[in-house]
C-alpha cells in the first residue's frame, strides 16, 4: 500500500519552512531550496520531517 504523505522543512530554530504534500507512490523528492512563498532560503542546516500516517522522521540536511 502506497500512501500520501508529507514532507516539513525546518529552520535550525524550528520556524517553518516550507510544507509539501507528496502522493502515494513517490519514493524521491527534491526540495528546491524555497520557502512555502517561492523565496530562496539561505546556504545552511535545515531539518526535514517525512510523515506518513502514524510514521514520521527527521534528518538533517545542508543546503549549499
Known amino acids: 500500500e502506497y500512501l500520501p504523505h ?4 525546518f529552520a535550525p530554530d524550528g520556524a517553518p519552512v516550507r510544507i509539501m504534500a507528496i502522493p502515494g507512490g513517490i ?8 520557502t512555502a512563498g ?6 545552511g542546516v535545515y ?3 517525512v510523515s506518513t500516517g502514524k510514521r514520521s ?8
Open 6 to 9: 508529507n514532507v516539513e522543512i
Open 27 to 34: 519514493s524521491e523528492v527534491i526540495w528546491d531550496g524555497k
Open 38 to 43: 517561492g523565496s530562496n532560503v539561505a546556504a
Open 47 to 49: 531539518y526535514v520531517r
Open 57 to 64: 522522521t527527521v534528518k538533517k540536511v545542508i543546503r549549499l
